[in-house]
């Protein structure tokens, strides 16, 4: 397993995981390939992991739009692991590498998040509920 950063757009087998995200009902790939190909949010680092040569997963952070206090803060934006990565430590991987990237720049990073599933992964990862704000998950260093 390793962990690229994405210096020229995304990588050719990216379709891959575009297409298993639609198949399970998740826009969001198409977004980060309008997104990129836009300059639009501005991604500060889009990570992927590499897994048998393949493309297994992607997440990416940009500034968080919304952080209204004056503190800086990074979300962390698009995370997605192929189906068939999933369970043998990718997204833990990237999470840990997007976390690690965040924090040498900011001291909060954040998530947002409607499914269950996704949040109980994050809050795994060291992230916490914030009520009130636009994000509803937050990491602290």
Known sequence: MQVVRLQDGLPEDF???????????????????????????????LLAVREGGGLAGIGGLTEEPTADDGA??????????????????????????LIQEGLDSVRRLTVHTDDARAEAFWQAQGFTPVPGKAWNLEFRG
Do not use: C, I, K, N
């Not at 575009?18 to 500060?44: C, I, K, Q, S, Y």
């Open 15 to 45: 379709d891959r995981l575009r297409a298993a995200a639609a198949a399970e009902g998740w826009r969001h790939m198409d977004r980060l390939a309008a997104e990129v190909a836009a300059g639009t949010p501005a991604f500060l680092a």
């Open 72 to 97: 800086p803060a990074l979300r962390v934006r698009r995370l997605y692991v192929h189906p068939d990565a999933r369970r043998r430590g990718v997204g833990r991987t990237l999470a840990s590498a």
